[in-house]
């Protein structure tokens, strides 16, 4: 049974608020677990700032390569016929 074009806006939205709840989830735990104070910020915002001072289109790039590195391993995995490949 195939997909039809109108299920697309449905199924991106549902992802968009599964991830936002899960992230929002998350961000709760850490302060509950105060895992947001002292050197663990300080690791956090450094990384955060990194992350986000970079170029977007190499940084776009790079995700896809990744992403596609990932998707090749699962692949592969799927394929093999025995624990050696």
Do not use: R
Request: hydrophobic share 50%; charged share 15%.
């Amino acid at each position: 049974k195939k997909a039809h074009w109108s299920s697309i806006p449905k199924t991106l939205a549902i992802s968009w608020v599964g991830n936002l709840v899960g992230a929002v989830i998350f961000a709760l735990l850490v302060h509950y677990c105060d895992m947001n104070t002292g050197a663990t910020a300080e690791l956090a915002k450094k990384v955060a700032y990194k992350k986000c001072s970079k170029d977007f289109v190499k940084t776009f790039v790079k995700g896809v390569g990744c992403n596609w590195l990932v998707c090749m391993a699962v692949f592969l995995c799927g394929q093999a016929q025995d624990m050696a490949g």
